[in-house]
């Protein structure tokens, strides 16, 4: 499953599938990050008013 493994095979099937996956991987922790950011944000704001 992984480029490090022995069966890994370097064709457009592969390619592809793994490229779309970490793609939405990416999207998903992007998104957790920014949504633990503005909440941060909110709660320090939130405590010097």
Not at 13 to 35: C, E, K, P, R, S
């Amino acid at each position: 499953m992984f480029p490090f493994c022995f069966e890994w095979a370097w064709d457009a099937g592969h390619l592809i599938f793994m490229g779309l996956l970490y793609l939405v991987l990416a999207v998903i922790v992007f998104g957790l990050i920014y949504a633990f950011i503005k909440t941060w944000l909110k709660l320090r704001d939130q405590g010097n008013t």
